[in-house]
């Protein structure tokens, strides 16, 4: 099945240091990737939408130029949190569609847990 | 008005219980309904996918009432490795590239 492998699992970096998440989808290509975020005890919000050799596309309130998104191929969008600070603290996913997939083919990495300190 | 509506719970039952969770959806024209299933800090996971009057699995049933715009999600005989947040999601247009939007969903507990 349809799989999207996200790296690292979890991260634990200082403050005001980048760290970078990676997202693949392994056997399908991914021409557009979404990122969100989840607080605890929260919902996952989608942060931004992710393009294929294009812009992303941001959420009200998600500061582009803090969180940067390449997606440089069909298979590979990171996601970038620059100058973290101990309120960027969650948990990170992303998530694409496999058109060829049953049930409209959402698949999602495992998550990224990412602690500024 | 929020796409879906959910009692976040959380519901805490015992071992081998039946618990059912509904959801309401404010768009009386959503053909296709999911329910996902997420552990704590884990990605979410496709439970269920109801297109028509509902769907069953094993222990999980899930029903369709349109007249009354829910879902209802069933669990018989409720074991420990149930515990987990149970998410109804509305899916955009099956044709364009849009993302699944979630809820905070039912938080489900069931104890030894």
């Known amino acids: 099945g349809a799989v999207v492998s996200q790296h690292p699992s979890w991260v634990i970096c200082k403050s005001g240091t980048s760290v970078k998440i990676e997202c693949r989808s392994l056997d399908f290509q991914a021409t557009t990737m979404f990122w969100y975020r989840q607080f605890p005890k929260q919902s996952l919000m989608l942060m931004a939408t992710s393009n294929e050799g294009s812009k992303a596309t941001y959420e009200q309130g998600v500061e582009k ?4 998104i390449n997606h440089a191929s069909l ?27 049953a049930n409209y083919g959402y698949t999602f990495g495992s998550g990224t847990r990412l602690t500024v300190v | 008005r929020k796409e879906v509506e959910q009692d976040p719970g959380p519901f805490n039952v ?14 009386s024209a959503s053909q296709s309904f999911f329910w996902y299933r997420q552990d704590c800090r884990k990605e979410p996971k496709l439970l269920m996918s109801v297109y028509s009057s509902g ?3 094993g222990r999980f049933t899930a029903q369709l009432n349109r007249a009354s715009q829910y ?3 069933l669990i018989r005989d409720s074991k ?10 509305v899916p955009p247009s099956i044709s364009g590239n849009t993302p699944l939007v979630f809820g ?9």
């Open chain 1, 65 to 68: 130029d803090k969180f940067l």
């Open chain 1, 75 to 101: 298979t590979l969008s990171t996601l970038t949190v620059t100058s973290a600070h101990p309120e960027d603290s969650s948990f990170y996913i992303c998530s694409a569609r496999d058109w060829n997939r």
């Open chain 2, 14 to 27: 015992p071992e081998g219980a039946t618990v059912a969770f509904n959801c309401t959806y404010s768009n």
């Open chain 2, 55 to 57: 769907n069953e699995d």
């Open chain 2, 71 to 73: 879902i209802s999600l």
């Open chain 2, 80 to 89: 420990l490795s149930d515990s987990a947040t149970y998410l109804c999601v």
């Open chain 2, 104 to 112: 905070k969903g039912t938080r489900l507990s069931v104890i030894a």
